[in-house]
């Protein structure tokens, strides 16, 4: 299953990279600014977090040598990624439903088309990450190379399960509000606006089971790259246990994607037979 997806998105990679790119133009379509909500959004919630946490709480990472609005873009970058591709992912079949219903259309890219869109924004917001490392006397080096390895990490993770939540969500629309509010809290526990390190204690069960969550491990790997200035390979555990992790989430989505297809299409397409 694994190769003839890689050979359904290599046949249709044109197809892909046009829907994606129509998919990020069509998302805010109507409104006076357009794409240019994409980022304000993110924008704000990031002023919101740092003044809270930097101003009210005043959450300490003078151990890291970086102000806290640093250690903050660093993780809150790839979540955004991650949460937006999943979002959208999992109501990729009901917004394209109308290729759906299209016998000769390949479905199976449809949950890669969000992923590539929401990989535009976060394109943008890994620039501005780096501006403002500049910016904090911090440049570009070596090891910001190893952006480019997480970015697949989560294009892959999330791949694995828009595919299984993409084809239930079709049959339980309640899925939706869910992964909504497991974002919420999950953005609490990875963690990314506080420092576990110093809170909790790097060798405490609690963060032992925080560690389970692959998410923890590609936020800390931004960190790694922005901050701390470590090699992937230097955690040969952790990213193991992450790609064991991430290859079980995508051929189970994989299997259960091919087994609701059907179904999914039945229900897509009865209420245009009624």
Same mark, same amino acid.
């Given at each position: ?34 794409? /240019?909500?994409?980022? +304000?959004? !993110? *924008? #704000?919630? &990031?002023?919101?977090?740092? %003044? $809270? ?51 000769? /259309?390949?479905?199976? +890219?449809? !949950? *890669? #088309?969000? &992923?590539?869109?929401?990989? %535009? $924004? ?70 990314i606006m ?46 193991l246990y ?26 897509l397409t ?5």
């Amino acid at each position: 299953s694994i190769f003839s997806l890689r050979a359904d998105l290599y046949k249709n990679r044109r197809l892909v990279m046009k829907l994606a790119k129509n998919d990020f133009k069509t998302r805010y379509a109507g409104s006076y600014f357009g794409t /240019f909500w994409a980022f +304000v959004q !993110p *924008v #704000v919630t &990031i002023l919101v977090y740092w %003044f $809270v946490f930097s101003v009210g709480f005043r959450s300490n990472t003078d151990e890291l040598g970086v102000p806290f609005v640093l250690y903050l873009v660093a993780g809150i970058v790839p979540w955004f990624f991650f949460s937006d591709a999943l979002s959208g992912g999992t109501n990729s079949l009901l917004e394209y439903n109308y290729l759906v219903k299209k016998v000769v /259309f390949n479905i199976s +890219v449809l !949950p *890669v #088309v969000k &992923i590539i869109s929401a990989l %535009f $924004v976060h394109g943008f917001f890994v620039l501005l990450a780096i501006i403002l490392y500049i910016c904090n006397g911090r440049f570009p080096d070596w090891y910001y190379l190893q952006i480019l390895y997480y970015s697949a990490c989560v294009f892959f993770l999330v791949l694995g399960l828009c595919y299984a939540t993409s084809a239930i969500a079709v049959l339980f629309r309640d899925l939706n509000q869910i992964i909504g509010i497991g974002l919420q809290v999950g953005v609490w526990l990875t963690p990314i606006m506080w420092v576990s390190e110093s809170m909790i204690g790097a060798n405490s069960l609690l963060y032992k089971i925080l560690q389970l969550n692959p998410v923890f491990y590609i936020v800390s790997g931004y960190r790694d790259a922005f901050i701390i200035k470590r090699w992937f390979f230097e955690r040969p555990v952790w990213t193991l246990y992450f790609w064991i992790f991430a290859i079980c989430c995508f051929l189970f989505g994989n299997w259960i994607f091919k087994r609701l297809r059907a179904v999914s299409y039945t229900h897509l397409t009865l209420p245009t037979i009624l």
